[in-house]
Structures are given as C-alpha cells and as structure tokens.
C-alpha cells in the first residue's frame, strides 16, 4: 500500500467526477471500496500495524471510505437524473423559432393599378374592361385614326390576321363603352396593350395603359383639368407641380399632354427628364365630335374628355425604377422591396 489516505480521496474523487455512465462509476466503485478494493485493502492492513498507529489510521482509512461512498451515491443520483431527463425531452423542440414560410406580395403593377382604381373610382368613374384582340375599327377607325398613320402599320402592330390584332392602346374601350350604354359615361379602363416594341430600359412589347374618359353635358376642359390635378396630387403627393402642352391626338380636339415637375431631381433637372425639370405623364384632351358620331351620340348635346396613362411610365416615375424590364422580369428580389409600398 504507497498511498495515504487523503491521496487515495483525492484520486477516487477525481474518478468519480470523471465517471460518465453507472457501468464507468460501479468500475470505480470496485477499484476503491468493493471487497477487493484499494480502501478496503488499506482497512484490511490497519490490523498489521504498529498497535500505537492503529487507532489513528483506521480512522483515517474509515472516513475515506465514508466520503467515497457519499461521492460515489451523489454522481450516480445526478447521472440518473441525466438520463431521465434525456429520456422526457421531446422529439420536436418546440422552442425552436418557426420557419417563414415565402409569402407572395402584390406585383408593384398591381398596386398603381389598383391605386388609380381607387383614385378614380372615389371621383366617380367606374371600371371596364374590353377585349385585347381587337378589330381595326375598334382599334383605328372609330377612334378616328387615318388609314395612314403609323400605328396602323404592320410593323408597329400584331396582326393576327387580316384587319384582326392585339391592341394597340387601351383607347378602344371608349368606343364599347359608348356604343353599348348612353351617356353620361365616366369610364376608367386599365389594361395591357402590345406593340411591336423592343424590349429595352424604356420599351416593351407588352405594356399597360389606363384609358379614362368621362362624356356627359356641358363636360369641359375645366373637368379633365380639374380631374388630373386630383389625380396628381394623390397618386404623386403635394408639392408636385403639372403643366399642360397643346399636343396631337386623333381621337381628342384639342388634344393635350400633361407634364409633372421631375420625382427624382425635384425640377431642377437630371437624366431621368433628360434635363428639362419636367416628366410626361399622360396624353389626353377633348373628345373628338366625329368619335362620338362613330357611336351614335350626339356631339350637340354632349361632350366629354379622355385621357390615356401608362401605368408602367408612373410606377416608374413613382418608385424611381430605371428601367422598365424589371417590371416583367418577375425577380423576386426586384419584387420584395415594394412589399410595404401604397
Ligand atoms: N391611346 C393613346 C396612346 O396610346 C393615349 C391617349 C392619348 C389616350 C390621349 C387618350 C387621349 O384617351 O386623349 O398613345
């Protein structure tokens, strides 16, 4: 036997801590206080001693036995419990944070659209909708458009068959309105229109229009004037500034093109207004007498406006977006950033 007793303690303690199962504690068990253990052996000897040394180490080896003992009882209570907390845990952790799921937002089209539906609506006009293959009477000829003009070429247009294409501008919806209900009419018709356009930072073959017109008595310049400055302020904000200039239209006379002061530079000019301060936002005027013979009203006793928007232009003006593709490339990480936007 070469060590003491306080030696023994210390090292049987250190492997009782050590132990991590209670195969790996009885192991140690054994080693120290089992019947052929280091503790019991030592006891064993004190009988072999000097009888004045007796006394004291068989206390000595006593206590030892004692406080292993107590150690050897407290590890394997708390490897116990280990195990039966192991065993209660549940299989789902259910304090985990959850997953996310990927949620859709409304296509930032979508929301001018329904922006100006509810701009408009609030003023009166109701919503229609029209075909988007057209025949050229509705797409040209009631609108008073020339055999002539270039939007009636076949390099400009989609024919899907003789005098049969996809429209052109949203403008003929004016003339199934009018031709199927009398007036007063105060029609807003958002849609999506195809021209022979490459697809670049400012073009789209597909793109989409607002038409709006409102026909009725004594219906004025002032009106439409009147209308589009409601209509700028809430869709662009206060402290916006709109100009009109004298422009050409078929089916308007006079005909008008509305401007607001730059979004982006504040007027003070940048490359989005190429410089001049000022951003076209929409085409418009006052209906020609001839469309609305072309739908049997009377130009007499009624008259009216309309204007055409792109959509496409104002979220653009609106949001600063620098070219129009990203609108119909479907990109999510495009798309994500005007979840919030109104
Ligand atoms: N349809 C026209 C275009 O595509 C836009 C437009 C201009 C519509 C003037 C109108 C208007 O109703 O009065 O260019």
Redesign the pocket.
Known sequence: MSESPRETHEQALREIEAAETPEHLETVRRRYVGRKGEVTASLRAVSGLDPAERPAAGRAWNEVRKEIEGSLDARRAALEAKAAGQAKRPAVDISLPGRRPACGVPHVLRRTIDRLVEIFTRMGFWVADGPEVESERYNFEALNIPVDHPTRDEHDSFYLGPGVLLRT???PVQIHVMEKTPPPVRVISPGRCYRRDSFDASHSPFFF?M?G?HVAENVTLGDLKGTLREFVLRFFGRGVEMRFRGSF?P??EP?LELDISCTVCGGAGCSVCKQTGWVEVL???MVHPQVLRNVGYDPESVSGY???MGPDRITMLRHRIPDIRYLYENDVRFLHQFRGAP
């Open positions: 501008q949203m403008s229009q038409e017109f239209f089916f308007t005909s085409g418009c005027g309309a204007f055409g």
